[in-house]
C-alpha cells in the first residue's frame, strides 16, 4: 500500500552488454525496486563513480554482474521505506551507503541494512557519496592489509583521487609522514591541504629521486598504488627495509625483478575491499564515522555530472588530466 502511493517508475543507467562508456543508457521507466527482509529503499541525492565500475562495464573485470545492471555502490540520500525486520533506519534518515543490491546510477536504489550507515547533517549528499568504497577501501589498505604504524613514512601515489585523499587523510589522522603524488599543480595543492606533508608531481621525470632525497636512506615503509601496471617496479625501489606497496589499482600487466623484493624483504599485497569480512567492514565503518565525528574526515568533491551525462563521467574517470577529488552523479 506504502509503494502505491509513490512512484512506481524512476530514471536509472542500465547496461545491455559489455563495452565502452557508450554502453551506459539512462532510461525513465526502470521499476523503482522494493526492499525485501532487512533491506532499505533509498531516494539517490548524489552518487560516487569509482574506477572499478568502469572495469565492470567493460567486461575485463574478474566479477561481471549479469546482464542487464545498474552500476553503482556509493549512493548518499533518504531513506523511502524499510524491508522487515529494519530497525535501524526509518522514513526520512539521511543515509550513504558501501554497495547496492539494485544499482546506484538510479533515482531510487535498494541496499541491504548493514551496509547503510548515518550520514552526520555536516556533511552533504555530494560528500556522503564520497564516503563508501574511497574511505572504506583506503582504511583496509592501510591498516587492515598495510599493518601502518604512527611514525611511519607512506608514499600515496595518485593521492588526488577519492581513495588518495581518503588515504592521505587517515594516515595523517594516525600519526603517519604522509607523501602524495598527482598529476597537475592543482591536484598536488588538494593533497597538501588534505594531510599530505609533501607533495610530489609524477609527470616530472625526477619524481623518484624527489622521493628518495625526501625519505633519505631509510625510504617509504607503506605505498598505496593506484596504478600498479605503471608504477609497481619504480615502487620497488622507493621502499624501506620490509616495505609494503598495497596495489589498490591496475590497468594491466607490469614487468618487474622479482630480486628487488628479496633485497629489502618487501612485500606486495594486494586490497580488495570485496574480500573484507563483516567483522572488518564493521571497522572501517567505526573508523569513517568517528573520523567524520572527530571532523579530520571531510571528503573532497571534485568533478559532478547529472545522470545524463554518465557516459562522460566514465571517460573522464579513466582518461581524465587528473584527479582533484571524488567523482560524483547528481540526481
Not at 598529476?183 to 619524481?207: C, K, Q, S, W
Not at 569513517?288 to 573522464?316: M, N, T
Request: with cysteine; net charge neutral.
Amino acid at each position: 500500500l506504502a509503494m502505491a502511493a509513490t512512484r512506481s517508475v524512476m530514471r536509472a543507467v542500465r547496461v545491455f552488454e559489455f563495452g565502452g562508456p557508450e554502453v551506459l543508457k539512462v532510461q525513465a521507466d526502470v521499476s523503482v525496486p522494493v526492499p525485501k527482509e532487512n533491506q532499505v529503499l533509498i531516494k539517490v541525492h548524489a552518487c560516487g563513480v569509482n574506477p572499478v565500475e568502469t572495469y565492470i562495464r567493460s567486461g575485463t573485470y574478474a566479477r561481471k554482474p549479469a546482464l542487464p545492471y545498474t552500476p553503482g555502490s556509493d549512493v548518499a540520500g533518504v531513506i523511502e521505506s524499510v524491508g522487515e525486520h529494519v530497525a535501524a533506519f526509518k522514513k526520512g534518515d539521511r543515509v550513504f551507503t558501501l554497495e547496492t543490491l539494485s544499482g546506484g546510477y538510479a533515482e531510487f536504489a535498494v541496499a541491504a541494512a548493514n551496509r547503510v550507515f548515518p550520514l552526520a547533517a555536516k556533511l552533504d549528499f555530494r560528500q556522503g557519496a564520497a564516503l563508501g568504497v574511497p574511505y572504506f577501501t583506503a582504511y583496509r589498505a592501510l591498516f587492515q592489509r598495510g599493518r601502518a604504524k604512527a611514525g611511519e613514512t607512506v608514499l600515496v601515489h595518485g593521492a588526488s583521487g577519492g581513495v588518495g585523499l581518503a588515504a592521505c587523510q587517515m594516515a595523517r589522522a594516525c600519526g603517519l609522514k604522509v607523501l602524495g603524488t598527482a598529476g597537475t599543480e592543482e591536484g598536488m595543492d588538494v593533497i597538501l591541504r588534505n594531510g599530505a606533508h609533501h607533495a610530489f608531481n609524477h609527470r616530472d621525470p625526477n619524481y623518484t629521486e624527489k622521493i628518495k632525497a625526501c625519505t633519505g636512506p631509510g625510504g617509504v615503509h607503506l605505498i598505496i598504488e593506484m596504478l600498479s601496471n605503471v608504477n609497481l617496479d619504480t615502487d620497488l625501489q622507493l621502499l624501506s627495509w620490509a616495505g609494503r606497496v598495497m596495489v589498490v589499482g591496475s590497468r594491466g600487466r607490469i614487468e618487474i625483478n622479482p630480486r628487488d623484493t628479496m633485497s629489502k624483504e618487501s612485500s606486495i599485497i594486494g586490497v580488495s575491499l570485496f574480500l573484507a569480512t563483516e567483522e572488518e567492514r564493521q571497522e572501517c565503518a567505526t573508523a569513517v564515522l568517528d573520523g567524520i565525528e572527530a571532523g579530520w574526515l571531510k571528503p573532497v568533491v571534485g568533478s559532478e555530472y547529472p545522470l545524463e551525462k554518465v557516459a562522460k563521467a566514465h571517460e573522464d574517470i579513466i582518461a581524465g588530466s587528473g584527479a582533484r577529488g571524488k567523482m560524483v552523479l547528481l540526481l
